[in-house]
T-cell receptor, first 114, second 112 residues
Framework: EPEVTQTPSHQVTQMGQEVILRCVPI?????FYWYRQILGQKVEFLVS????????KSEIFDDQFSVERPDGSNFTLKIRSTKLEDSAMYFC????????????FGPGTRLTVT | RKEVEQDPGPFNVPEGATVAFNCTYS??????FFWYRQDCRKEPKLLMS???SGNEDGRFTAQLNRASQYISLLIRDSKLSDSATYLC?????????????FGRGTSLIVHP
């Protein structure tokens, strides 16, 4: 069964450093998403991406964040200068337009900012 | 503020019990609805979409009430493996794309 993959599974970084989180969506999917989940809190939408551009973004997704699809398979989330409050689980998801936007999530990257 | 509300629980039920969760949403423009389950420290996994006419998948039944703006999930014959947090997800469609909003989840504990 096809699945979304994410690397790394755990990233530890110092405050102020840049991090890039990587995702490989399901190959025939057209829409890609990033979410974050702070420990003990709800899953929060960050951004959606379609046809090589951002479709929607939340107020969380400020200028410190950017997304990119550098090739035909990878989808990345960059945090330019990490803050302590960026510590969270980051989930990538993808969906096929034909499936009514049912989204399939990757296993997540746990980001710890120290 | 557009919100999705769920009773956090936990719902503590014996094996074989029937349990139901509700989820209310405030955005009347919401277009599509889903239930996900999330195990501790894992990713959300799609459980089922929720259709206007209601839908069933094995022991799971989902219903939508647009007039009262809530969706429900019914689990029959609960199994130990059903223990998880159940997330309600509601999509609105501003600007031609979907913005998914998650509820905080309802915790279910099924005990022997």
């Amino acid at each position: 069964e096809p699945e979304v993959t994410q690397t790394p599974s755990h990233q530890v970084t110092q405050m102020g450093q840049e991090v890039i989180l990587r995702c490989v969506p399901i190959s025939n999917h057209l829409y890609f998403y990033w979410y974050r989940q702070i420990l003990g809190q709800k899953v929060e939408f960050l951004v959606s991406f379609y046809n090589n551009e951002i479709s929607e973004k939340s107020e969380i997704f400020d200028d410190q964040f950017s997304v990119e699809r550098p090739d035909g398979s990878n989808f990345t989330l960059k945090i330019r200068s990490t803050k302590l409050e960026d510590s969270a689980m980051y989930f990538c998801a993808s969906s096929d337009e034909g499936q009514g936007y049912e989204q399939y999530f990757g296993p997540g990257t746990r980001l710890t900012v120290t | 503020r557009k919100e999705v509300e769920q009773d956090p629980g936990p719902f503590n039920v014996p094996e074989g019990a029937t349990v139901a969760f509700n989820c209310t949403y405030s955005n009347s423009a919401s277009q599509s609805f889903f239930w996900y389950r999330q195990d501790c420290r894992k990713e959300p996994k799609l459980l089922m979409s929720v259709y206007s006419s209601g839908n069933e998948d094995g022991r799971f039944t989902a219903q939508l009430n647009r007039a009262s703006q809530y969706i429900s999930l019914l689990i029959r014959d609960s199994k130990l493996s059903d223990s998880a947090t159940y997330l309600c997800v509601v999509n609105a469609e501003p600007g031609g794309s979907y913005i998914p909003t998650f509820g905080r989840g309802t915790s279910l504990i099924v005990h022997p």
